[in-house]
């Protein structure tokens, strides 16, 4: 059995992970591999608990997140964020390093990883997001501790498709041309219109993480 190709995609909050994460699946699964995304163990932790979590909380968030990519066996693995990104968090909100260890030990294991960049507009989801004010200076960290552990990564940008564009080609594959675009968004058209059932990995909006935030905070406070 081959070794699994895993992808990271790390980067501050709000900066289209998530979106991001599945576009890419989506893209490299109508292309005719076998792909799998790995969420954010951190928003479903928030969700269940409806808080952020403490100190001494992060290193379980880690632990689990590692353990979700790590038990997919094959195929491309895409990871919407890493411990990394725990560790981060850890060191900025509570002076806490002690998680770059395991969290870099994990990045290392990635085939590629993907950082977000900054120019997409900051939007709040209620709940998990501090603010505009922290997005600098946890992009800042990321790029330190993957230089500081020498692990290579790719800096993705852009606006909509762009992003997804430039995403693919960090990744040595061929972007999208226009007829693959619109065949893709019209298969989003039809899973909208209610023709087929919702898949999430089938979305390229870069605002869709901030949809599904509102709609669940919606609901928890009708």
């Given at each position: 059995?081959?070794?699994?190709?895993?992808?990271?995609?790390?980067?501050?909050?709000?900066?289209?992970?998530?979106?991001?994460?599945?576009?890419?699946?989506?893209?490299?699964?109508?292309?005719?591999?076998?792909?799998?995304?790995?969420?954010?163990?951190?928003?479903?932790?928030?969700?269940?608990?409806?808080?952020?979590?403490?100190?001494?909380?992060?290193?379980?968030?880690?632990?689990?997140q590692a353990q979700a990519v790590m038990r997919i066996p094959q195929g491309v693995v895409i990871a919407d964020t890493t411990p990394l990104m725990t560790a981060v968090y850890s060191h900025?909100?509570?002076?806490?390093?002690?998680?770059?260890?395991?969290?870099?030990?994990?990045?290392?294991?990635?085939?590629?990883?993907?950082?977000?960049?900054?120019?997409?507009?900051?939007?709040?989801?209620?709940?998990?997001?501090?603010?505009?004010?922290?997005?600098?200076?946890?992009?800042?960290?990321?790029?330190?501790?993957?230089?500081?552990?020498?692990?290579?990564?790719?800096?993705?940008?852009?606006?909509?498709?762009?992003?997804?564009?430039?995403?693919?080609?960090?990744?040595?594959?061929?972007?999208?041309?226009?007829?693959?675009?619109?065949?893709?968004?019209?298969?989003?058209?039809?899973?909208?219109?209610?023709?087929?059932?919702?898949?999430?990995?089938?979305?390229?909006?870069?605002?869709?993480?901030?949809?599904?935030?509102?709609?669940?905070?919606?609901?928890?406070?009708?």
């Amino acid at each position: 059995m081959s070794q699994p190709q895993r992808i990271a995609i790390v980067g501050a909050e709000s900066t289209g992970k998530s979106c991001l994460a599945r576009a890419l699946a989506g893209v490299m699964q109508s292309r005719g591999q076998s792909v799998q995304t790995v969420d954010e163990v951190l928003r479903t932790w928030c969700e269940r608990e409806g808080r952020t979590p403490l100190a001494h909380e992060q290193i379980g968030i880690a632990q689990t997140q590692a353990q979700a990519v790590m038990r997919i066996p094959q195929g491309v693995v895409i990871a919407d964020t890493t411990p990394l990104m725990t560790a981060v968090y850890s060191h900025l909100l509570f002076a806490d390093e002690s998680l770059y260890p395991m969290a870099l030990a994990h990045q290392a294991l990635y085939d590629s990883t993907l950082v977000t960049g900054l120019d997409l507009p900051w939007v709040s989801d209620g709940l998990q997001r501090d603010g505009p004010q922290v997005r600098g200076p946890v992009d800042t960290l990321v790029r330190q501790a993957l230089e500081r552990a020498g692990i290579a990564y790719r800096v993705v940008y852009g606006q909509g498709h762009q992003r997804l564009n430039n995403a693919l080609l960090a990744l040595g594959l061929s972007g999208e041309d226009d007829a693959a675009r619109m065949t893709r968004e019209n298969a989003q058209f039809a899973i909208n219109e209610g023709r087929t059932v919702w898949q999430c990995n089938e979305c390229s909006d870069p605002a869709c993480e901030h949809k599904l935030f509102s709609g669940l905070l919606a609901q928890r406070s009708g």
